[in-house]
């Protein structure tokens, strides 16, 4: 369905370097990483909004450059901000937008607008976040796509709305024929929707892959204060050690049966994974500071 071969690509002043995933037909893929990461600079390479240095993309089999125009005619698309005419009424808005997709379905775009409880009344700008973000996904699913690109669907919305959205996506891939690239800070979503993960830092690819061999493939431990000795230090990803206890994540797993019952072992979440790779990075630049 998608695949990107080392892609490297240079945007404003970030750089996105050597990424590669694959998303086969019929899965979600979670696009996870902190602001600046590269989520949006991939998906806008992706989408051919914004070009690539090196490296492939494909989708459907196609090059995502020759073929644009027929690509995209397949490519369910949410933006994270509305795209729209904001003087224009959601019903005019609509009557532009079914022009460029000539399998646009207006049975199923009637009954999401239903679904969403949409007023077609109101003006796009009158519409709150929650029902902007609907409409969106209305419109990105109304003309039967293979594959949808979301790119922060639920950020800012409310829970109820959140789960309208996974729960139509999880409808949507039932088939086995349709494949879900979804972009969000809210890691809650990706566990409860999500069968890949692709992370990125700094526009850097941490791993893509099955999500379950994600959160399996670390440990948080946790123990008393100062149990963990320098040397040992290296062997976490990020860590934290104060007057109440020490906490890191390791993937180590030697280091764990060594430390016993010393420490308490858990699976991490998906959010505490990306959390002390962040807290890493900034240990590494302390480091690095001091010895300046």
Request: proline share 3%.
């Given at each position: 369905?998608?695949?990107?071969k080392n892609?490297?690509?240079?945007?404003?002043?970030?750089?996105?370097?050597?990424?590669?995933?694959?998303?086969?037909?019929g899965?979600?893929?979670?696009?996870?990483?902190?602001?600046?990461?590269?989520?949006?600079?991939?998906?806008?390479?992706?989408?051919?909004?914004?070009?690539?240095?090196?490296?492939e993309?494909?989708?459907?089999?196609?090059?995502n450059?020759?073929?644009?125009?027929?690509?995209?005619?397949k490519?369910?698309?949410?933006?994270?901000?509305?795209?729209?005419?904001?003087?224009?009424?959601?019903?005019?808005?609509?009557?532009?937008?079914?022009?460029f997709?000539?399998?646009?379905?207006?049975?199923?775009?009637?009954?999401?607008?239903?679904?969403?409880?949409?007023?077609?009344?109101?003006?796009?700008k009158?519409?709150?976040?929650?029902?902007?973000?609907?409409?969106?996904?209305?419109?990105?699913?109304?003309?039967?796509p293979?594959?949808?690109?979301?790119?922060?669907?639920t950020?800012?919305?409310?829970?109820?709305?959140?789960t309208?959205?996974?729960?139509?996506?999880?409808?949507?891939?039932?088939?086995?024929?349709k494949s879900?690239?979804?972009?969000?800070?809210?890691?809650?979503?990706?566990?409860?929707?999500?069968?890949?993960?692709?992370?990125?830092?700094?526009?850097e690819?941490?791993?893509?892959?099955?999500?379950?061999?994600?959160i399996?493939?670390?440990?948080?431990?946790?123990?008393?204060?100062?149990?963990?000795?320098?040397?040992k230090?290296?062997?976490?990803?990020?860590?934290?050690?104060?007057?109440?206890?020490?906490?890191?994540?390791?993937?180590?797993?030697?280091?764990?049966?060594?430390?016993?019952?010393?420490?308490?072992?858990?699976?991490p979440?998906?959010?505490?994974?990306?959390s002390?790779?962040?807290?890493?990075?900034?240990?590494?630049?302390?480091?690095?500071?001091?010895?300046?």
């Open positions: 369905m998608l695949k990107v892609l490297n690509a240079k945007y404003s002043k970030f750089r996105l370097n050597d990424i590669s995933l694959e998303l086969p037909r899965y979600v893929m979670g696009l996870i990483g902190e602001n600046g990461a590269g989520k949006t600079t991939l998906i806008k390479l992706i989408m051919d909004l914004i070009r690539r240095e090196s490296g993309i494909e989708i459907f089999g196609l090059d450059i020759k073929n644009g125009p027929e690509i995209r005619e490519i369910g698309f949410v933006y994270d901000e509305t795209p729209f005419y904001l003087n224009l009424k959601v019903k005019e808005m609509t009557s532009i937008i079914k022009r997709y000539p399998d646009w379905n207006d049975e199923k775009y009637n009954y999401l607008i239903d679904l969403f409880n949409i007023d077609e009344s109101k003006k796009i009158e519409l709150s976040r929650g029902m902007s973000s609907k409409y969106m996904v209305a419109t990105a699913l109304s003309h039967n293979d594959l949808i690109i979301l790119d922060e669907p950020s800012g919305i409310d829970p109820g709305s959140r309208e959205i996974l729960d139509l996506l999880r409808e949507e891939i039932e088939d086995g024929n879900v690239l979804f972009s969000t800070h809210i890691t809650t979503d990706l566990e409860k929707i999500a069968d890949f993960i692709t992370y990125l830092q700094n526009g690819m941490i791993y893509t892959g099955i999500k379950d061999d994600f399996d493939r670390y440990r948080l431990i946790k123990c008393e204060p100062n149990k963990i000795d320098d040397k230090l290296k062997d976490f990803i990020g860590y934290k050690n104060t007057d109440y206890g020490f906490e890191g994540l390791t993937e180590n797993m030697d280091l764990i049966q060594n430390l016993g019952k010393e420490a308490i072992i858990e699976n979440s998906i959010e505490e994974i990306m002390y790779y962040k807290r890493g990075e900034r240990i590494e630049k302390s480091k690095k500071s001091d010895l300046c």
